[in-house]
């Protein structure tokens, strides 16, 4: 019912600067929460940023101050923007959007876009 598309990922070196966008599209009316999870070869997705439909954030420990996660709900699409990256922040980056039901709320996730810092 819902389709995300991220884009935005690429090559930057150490210190440098990137900004994901996640567009929604289909059935995204009640979509509540969307943030970006992050996931590496043989490791949990672990959670990076997410956003509220009332603009509350939450972020990981291990990227306060230096990312920041926004929303525009007129275009249905969130953003990440990541600053003073760190070769640890390479990873491929997954945007996910919730929608709450009668019984349960639905995960969505978007194909996964690619962020690689070099030292």
């Known amino acids: 019912q819902v389709q995300l598309v991220e884009s935005g990922g690429g090559l930057v070196q150490a210190g440098g600067s990137l900004r994901l966008s996640c567009a929604a599209s289909?059935?995204?009316?009640?979509?509540?929460?969307m943030g970006w999870y992050r996931q590496n070869p043989g490791k949990q997705r672990e959670l990076v940023a997410d956003?509220?439909?009332?603009?509350?954030?939450n972020y990981a420990d291990s990227v306060k101050g230096r990312f920041t996660i926004s929303r525009d709900n007129a275009k249905n699409t969130v953003y990440l923007q990541m600053n003073s990256l760190k070769p640890e922040d390479t990873a491929v980056y997954y945007c996910?959007?919730?929608?709450?039901?009668?019984?349960?709320?639905?995960?969505?996730w978007g194909q996964g876009t690619q962020v690689t810092v070099s030292s």
């Open positions: 289909g059935s995204i009316v009640s979509i509540s929460t």
């Open positions: 956003i509220t439909s009332g603009a509350g954030t």
């Open positions: 996910n959007a919730k929608q709450p039901t009668a019984w349960r709320t639905i995960n969505y």
